[in-house]
């Protein structure tokens, strides 16, 4: 397990219904930091101060649960651990013999005699069969029953036993073996749900290829690979851990990391992520993370985090599911006891009636609608490059009305680059000119020189006496001429700006944008035009949050000219500049007030504030920094815009889903409800029903792993 805490081994649960009853028992409780739950190997991590966890072992204990602690290194020894699947085979293997004894003991109550013998041997045959499939629901039922608590297994028990000593031992084992069957079916179903993500473990290889001290090179765990150290990557392999290039370059496909379905060229000084793919040269990296905390493993550990917390529709659920069974329980015991009075039935009819009530009872399909779906949805979103931090933000993105977005480094690139450049001088041409201004600019590290310096492709000259002139630009001499490469302000106070120079100036500054100028001694040469250029995705994710009725704002402490420029370059309307991070805060308040509810989208230090007071905050986790994605409720890993559209888009859809399980749960119930009150719907009947309704809800919540 990843998660922080106490792990405990709980034998008995297995099914959203006893974390339900684990999670009530542990509400009261003051102190518990989180709960996480993984059903598949019935673990429950539980995140508390060591004063509490006493406090919180009676409760589990007293709910009819023994938890039992294991530590990491017992995870592979217990039974839903790496033995699930074998659990599973020695499982259904048990159940086919069950319901091959409930075929048999229905056979013989059809068409054998009715004789002492004939009934005696079918008795026995059906509490064989009722044996094999009942022993886990019958210690969970009479767990449930001695505290006085009415859940699935509870009324199955009650359920079967009643039809057996009412004579219907035939069907009481049929009744059995397909809710067993059935159950067995679902866990499996829910399995695949929740460990979608986890297929992601086994992308990172365990060892690594590592350089040692002495020179040589050395395949060693990855575990045991520490910050600093030099990693080689041949042709095919997979990246071990987190780190930075430092020789060498490649493509990498990066999609199990960032969603993005398109490799990525890498070279020195370029990130490469755990779990991706090197598809061509080879690479050497420094890991710059150990393997439990690298990028992979902190999107697993996410993950179950929010597979542990519970969505309001399923905070919803739980408390009508717990209002739901004992009122159903109550009217099946109003059955057998007025039926006779109220429909002249008699006796056994009344009872059986009532039994057949209990089963529909059951409230397992709609316990279960609510988080596999969630769980779905979740998966798929990882799966995308979209790190959704809990089931509540996945529901919630639906409801977004307006979405505020930093400038730099969310809808622009985050880095400046030449746009265009303009030759002023008659006597000069554009190639002596582009020469001289990289012979300048390429000395220099100012982000603006170096966008100058990359952004023209031509061959530098040999320069001499170059110097920097603080908060100006560069000097120099290039065959015994000497120029400067500067600021409007450098200008100006060499007495070179004129006024048609001033008007040329003007209309890239009221854009926005960085003009640096190259001149001589007498007059100015040629002019270049620096500017922060936005992201090839911006302008189509605005228009696919408008059409989804979601409004975009930008916030961005540049001046209010250079931010309506990039807003009407991406299609943002609302603009707001000039804003510190305290400013950008406030702005979400006015947002959540104006518009209501309200995201923020940012990467930045500055950012985080704001993140944490919006609805929901997206980071762009690319490029953003650990506190803006520790302070968002979302990670956009691949830093694509178009991602907060497909948040919005998959929680409406799994908020549709939601209500279809809902819906199509109840209904079964209350078409079956009726039937057997009415029309003599019989036991096996309403477990098809109730358990077919289970399996369909499952099978429909994990549409979402495919969206």
Known sequence: MSNTGTTYYIATMDCAAEESDIRRALEQIEGIRGLNFQLSTRLLVID???????????????????????????????????QAGHRFSRGIVRLILALAFAVVAESLSFFAPETQVWQISGMMIALIGIGLAGFDTYTKGFLALRQAKLNINALMSVAVTGAFLIGQWAEAAMVMALYALAELIEARAVDRARNAIKGLLNLAPETAEVLQADGNWSVIPAKDVAIGQIVRLSPGQRVALDGVVTAGSSTINQASVTGESIPVDKTVGDQVYAGTINESGSLEFEVTAIASESTLSRIIHAVEQAQSSRAPTQRFVDKFAAIYTPTVFIIALIVALGGPLVFDWTWLESVYKALVLLVIACPCALVISTPVTVVSGLAAAARRGILIKGGTYL???????????????????????????????????????????????????????????NGLSVTSTEINDFAAIPGCGVAGVVAGIDYVLGNHRLMAERGLSGPELEDRLGVYEREGRTVTLLATNDSVLALFVVADTIKPSSQSAMLSLKQLGVSPVMLTGDNQATAQSIGREAGIDDVRGGMLPQEKLDAVQEMQAQYGLAGMAGDGINDAPALAQADIGFAMGAAGTDIAMEAADVVIMNDDLHQIASSVKLSRKTHRVLWQNILFALGIKAVFLFLAIFYGATMWMAVFADMGASLLVVANGLRLLRH
């Not at 406090?55 to 839903?80: C, M, R, W, Y």
């Not at 505020?404 to 030449?418: R, Y």
């Open 48 to 82: 508390a101060p060591d004063d509490v966890l006493p406090q919180a072992l009676t409760a589990i204990s007293n709910a009819g649960f023994n938890p039992k602690e294991v530590s990491s290194e017992d995870n592979h020894e217990l039974p839903g651990g790496r």
């Open 395 to 453: 529901e919630e993105a639906r409801k977004l009305k307006a979405v505020a977005f930093d400038k730099t480094g969310t809808i622009t690139q985050g880095k400046p680059k030449l746009v265009t450049w303009e030759l002023l001088s008659p006597t000069m041409t554009k190639e002596v000119a582009a020469g001289i201004a990289v012979s300048l600019a390429g000395r220099s590290d100012h982000p603006v020189s170096k966008a100058i310096a």
